[in-house]
DNA sequence: AAATAATGACTGACCAGTCAGTCAAATACG
DNA sequence: CGTATTTGACTGACTGGTCAGTCATTATTT
């Protein structure tokens, strides 16, 4: 009955991006190389999936989901309407491999990131740079927001996000918080049995930023910083 | 040409509740009330009222405001549709009604419950126990996660809550973090700089209940209590 | 009886998804 | 090589269904 509620087949193969860590595969207009590393014809075809991708996001977080015309999204990829469905099966699919081609291959950086034994504080210091400039001050933001304003009536979107981002961050941070506690670089292990506690300025900021920023910004960066002094040790007094 | 995007009426007097602080006030009609104790009449009417405010909550936070249909609200709430036409000019004036009257109350407790000299582990003790009752634990969590979730789509919704919720919810935090700081209750002033760090953990615990709950529950109470002994000073020690 | 409240069938706009038809690229063939 | 044939990506008008908002009619007070 739920139009949106509804769970979506199954997430298949998840071609996601293979290789390169972090940035997201754009192949905007290359030349059409006329020998192939492709056809010429898939290679226009894959431009134009981009391009619908780069459009849905732009509509989808500026409207949200059940907001968003795909008429509007086919006219801003300029591409006619039937071609979204050559690519996606439904206005659902389109969505959820938005938000898989942009989040993917943000997760192997934090894993690899915080998969050292650096003191905590530089490490933290690495994630607030990584955080600030990969996702906060680029569309990747307006992605998570969709996922946290979304969510609630997406389950199927609620539970790929889960499996593929949220348990995989979270094992990692606890990994490396429980290393620096053992390291004696945290006052209690309160960080290592909340460690949604360290992500939280970041989350905030996000919302902040969708809602008040035009009455009152935040300097995420800042306030990242001092959360985190907040949350470490002293460090054994000077 | 955007159907929800679009700026809404001037939120005028904003008629919010007047006397009790927290529970939300009936009657929000200024009934006059003249003989008779109320009339029988104005009593229906004030019913249906509430009947169907409670109806679009449930609708709206299981759906989304795009997403919701206002012949379902009629349903739930036991009433025609064209009744709803006779309390709220539109869909959108019955949504910010409904925002209005669950948030406004909530406010003044706040401002209360800060404005004293208590030591600030003592104060927000006492916050932490109000926001899980009074919040986390009712309807009123649902139209939190509304305003998180919708407020990027709404800006006149955006607006409203910025100007009577979250100004003067920062402004009475800030000034009572600037005294604790001043008692030397605080290491450093990064939460009198930063105050959104203090109802953060309140913040994320919303979203992610209505993200993961099913999948990892978290306890509220605890996290909140974790990140308080982090963001306090040690006490002067025992 | 007049006034007020409530109803629910109806309208018109709107939009996801479809499909018969077009055409450029790829392939086969002379 | 040039020409004929096939392929399949792409198009956009169209359909069927949905839903916000209206209003003539009916019910309930006073």
Redesign the interface.
């Known amino acids: 009955m739920?139009?949106?509620?509804r769970a979506a087949k199954a997430p298949g193969p998840a071609r996601l991006a293979g290789a390169n860590p972090i940035s997201t595969p754009r192949r905007a207009k290359g030349t059409p190389a006329p020998s192939n590393p492709v056809g010429a014809r898939a290679r226009r075809s894959a431009e134009r999936r981009d391009a619908i991708l780069a459009a849905a996001l732009d509509e989808f977080s500026?409207?949200?989901f059940?907001?968003t015309r795909l008429d509007d999204v086919a006219r801003r990829a300029d591409v006619a309407k039937g071609t979204i469905y050559l690519h996606f099966a439904d206005k659902e699919t389109l969505f959820q491999e938005l938000i898989r081609v942009e989040i993917g291959p943000v997760v192997q950086v934090l894993e690899i990131a915080s998969h050292t034994d650096m003191p905590l504080r530089q490490v933290t210091d690495r994630l607030i740079e990584v955080f600030v400039r990969e996702v906060f001050e680029t569309r990747r933001k307006d992605v998570i927001?969709l996922?946290?304003?979304?969510?609630?009536?997406f389950p199927a979107l609620?539970?790929f996000?889960?499996r593929e981002v949220?348990?995989r961050v979270m094992t990692t941070i606890r990994a490396m918080l429980r290393r620096a506690h053992e390291r004696g670089e945290l006052?209690?292990d309160?960080?290592v049995?909340?460690p949604?506690?360290l992500p939280?300025?970041g989350?905030?900021a996000i919302?902040?930023s969708?809602?008040?920023d035009r009455?009152?910004p935040?300097d995420v960066r800042?306030?990242m910083r001092?959360?985190f002094?907040?949350?470490l040790a002293?460090g054994s007094a000077p």
């Open positions: 739920p139009k949106i509620t500026a409207r949200g059940a907001a927001r996922i946290l304003t979304e969510g609630p009536r609620a539970e996000y889960y949220i348990s006052r209690t309160a960080l049995r909340f949604q506690l939280a300025p989350i905030v919302i902040w969708g809602l008040f009455f009152e935040v800042a306030m001092a959360h002094d907040m949350l002293p």
